[in-house]
């Protein structure tokens, strides 16, 4: 049984609006593990202050470690979303090819019967 898909995903506009969606999808990651590296720096650097006795660090320290966590969190999400957005195109391309074979198989099948057909009437016209 096919997931439903509204119609407007199967036509070729709806391919285009998935495929910007992937994309946007991607550039939301890149864009969070961009963050996520200057989290990581500020982590640092916050950790060497606190080692060279600089006051008041640690809440520094506390609310970058949980920006990164909550960043980390939407990663995951936007990775996953970026995944599903994938696999929905994989599954349009795979009914654009199941459709065309069937079309394919019913054409083949009027062939056979209008080469089955031109046949008999050759017969009949030779005897």
């Known amino acids: 049984m ?3 898909l509204k119609d407007e995903v199967l036509d070729k506009r709806g391919l285009q609006r998935l495929h910007q969606l992937s994309r946007t999808w991607n550039m939301i990651n890149e864009d969070l593990r961009d963050f996520e590296e200057r989290l990581d720096l500020l982590i640092g650097t916050a950790k060497k202050l ?3 006795k600089v006051k008041d660090t640690q809440s520094a320290i506390e609310s970058f470690q949980f920006l990164r966590a909550r960043n ?3 990663r995951r999400w936007a990775t996953s979303f970026g995944e599903r957005t ?4 994989g599954f349009v391309f795979n ?3 199941q459709r065309d074979g069937e079309t394919n198989l019913q054409i083949a099948n009027l062939t056979r019967t209008i080469a089955e ?3 008999q009437d050759n017969s009949s016209m030779i005897t």
């Open 117 to 119: 057909e031109t046949r």
């Open 72 to 74: 980390h969190l939407r």
């Open 95 to 97: 009914l654009a090819s």
């Open 2 to 4: 096919d997931p439903p």
């Open 50 to 52: 606190e080692a060279a």
């Open 86 to 89: 994938k696999l929905i195109i």
